[in-house]
């Protein structure tokens, strides 16, 4: 067990957790765009920065990537993290004015309008759906291009990902809502990485209701015997299991 | 100890009570598309059977998560959805064989039965009484076969055997 101290606040805790898990774990609120629990760490919205004093020495760091100590000190909220996290929400609002989660963080840390000029982005390359896509889902259809004020996220030179299972969990945990799905009957889009899938139709009630390459995978997965419900929506499988029970084929 | 939550057929009038009551306990909004259950209706027959997860021992959800969000809950014996951990990436949905869990229509999030912490809303409001929750112990397991039986029976002498 490590004891350290978080606003004021002594706290034991067990090796292992980042300063942002441990504030989690005992209650207090650090904001953060681009952290998730189920992926690695990576720092790079810089919202949920704290002061963190160790051996007498302040430095301001990423709590998502600080890995707590023994005798620690932690400041999620003292002048000079609010002045640093107000400029960085401050830039952020610079380049997503419209995203609606900025929009609502400057609003609490007292933002008003933003001094930098501005852009009109969604993305704010924290890049949560490169590391979900990576680790999570394992297919890697997503990661960084280029470099400096080009930086951007996007698939294998542009085009249309070989790889993409159109899962659509890059849309699902993208904080400022940038990656949007739009399905048009028998095809789900993917416009930002300029991929288009092909769904698959219910056998019975001739829905489109997945895309094709995300039931092939849990096809692959091989688990119990699949094959009579999987081409059902999940509305038909309810359907054919009470006809079944009620002792009817259909 | 682990508890499943059974309903006796016979009881069931498909008057729907449970879907509304799921939805307003989890949603607080009356809205059978944000429910956790499901009625199948057989008008010709007069039958209704409600479909809700049934808390598989081998859950495929569970088998099928990446993100391992799907866990069991120690208290009910519940599948629950870790929605912080969770991707969106819906392998659950289309993994399960009897459509137990479903996306929510409006919210970014995966819903399925969770039994209401052990107390469900659905067995108390339920005007005939029809669901019933009961630990999965020697008893529990007896009355579930019990349930099934009888149930059959009751199919045998509703089509006289022929179906």
Redesign the interface.
């Known amino acids: 067990m490590l004891k350290i101290v978080i606003d004021g606040k002594e706290a034991e805790v067990e090796e292992g957790l980042s300063v942002l898990e441990l504030a989690e774990k005992i209650g207090v609120k650090i904001p953060t765009l681009c952290y998730?629990?189920?992926v690695g760490a990576y720092g790079a919205c810089r919202v949920c920065i704290v002061e963190v004093i160790e051996k007498g020495l302040s430095k301001l760091t990423t709590s998502c990537t600080c890995p707590v100590e023994s005798g620690i000190e932690v400041k999620t909220n003292s002048e000079k993290v609010k002045k640093t996290r107000k400029l960085i929400v401050e830039m952020l609002l610079a380049r997503c004015p419209d995203a609606k989660i900025i929009q609502d963080l400057a609003k609490q840390l007292g933002v008003e309008k933003t001094r930098a000029p501005q852009k009109n982005e969604n993305c704010i390359l924290c890049g949560l759906c490169v590391r979900?896509c990576r680790e999570?889902?394992?297919v890697d259809a997503v990661g960084f291009a280029n470099r400096g004020n080009k930086r951007k996220v996007t698939t294998p030179f542009e085009i249309q990902s070989d790889v993409c299972?159109g899962?659509?969990?890059c849309?699902?945990?993208c904080p400022t809502g940038a990656i949007k799905i739009e399905d048009v009957e028998d095809k789900r889009k993917i416009d930002m990485w300029h991929t288009e899938l092909g769904k698959v139709k219910c056998e019975r009630c001739g829905r489109y209701f997945?895309p094709v390459p995300?039931?092939e995978?849990?096809k692959k997965?091989g688990?119990?015997e699949?094959s009579d419900?999987?081409g059902l929506c999940?509305?038909?499988?309810?359907?054919v299991?009470?006809n079944k029970?009620?002792?009817?084929e259909e | 100890m682990k508890k499943v939550l059974i309903v006796n057929l016979e009881k069931c009038v498909g008057c729907r009570t449970c879907e509304l009551i799921c939805s307003l306990t989890h949603e607080r909004r009356c809205n059978p598309a944000e429910a956790r259950i499901t009625v199948i209706k057989f008008e010709e027959k007069g039958q209704n059977i409600p479909m809700y997860c049934q808390q598989c021992e081998t859950p495929v959800c569970e088998a099928v998560c990446p993100a391992k969000a799907i866990y069991r809950d120690s208290l009910t014996g519940a599948m629950l959805v870790d929605t912080k951990r969770c991707i969106g990436c819906r392998m659950c949905i289309l993994a399960c064989p009897i459509g137990g869990l479903s996306f929510h229509p409006t919210r970014k999030e995966i819903i399925k039965c969770d039994l209401c912490k052990g107390d469900p809303a659905c067995v108390k409001y339920c005007p005939e009484g029809a669901f019933e929750v009961v630990s999965l112990d020697a008893i529990g397991v007896k009355r579930r076969r019990e349930n099934i039986r009888k149930f059959s029976s009751y199919l045998d002498m509703m089509t006289g055997g022929k179906e």
């Open positions: 998730h629990p189920a979900i999570i889902i394992a299972l899962c659509g969990a849309a699902f945990v997945s995300l039931l995978q849990i997965k688990l119990r699949m419900f999987l999940p509305d038909c499988r309810r359907l299991l009470a029970l009620m002792g009817r």
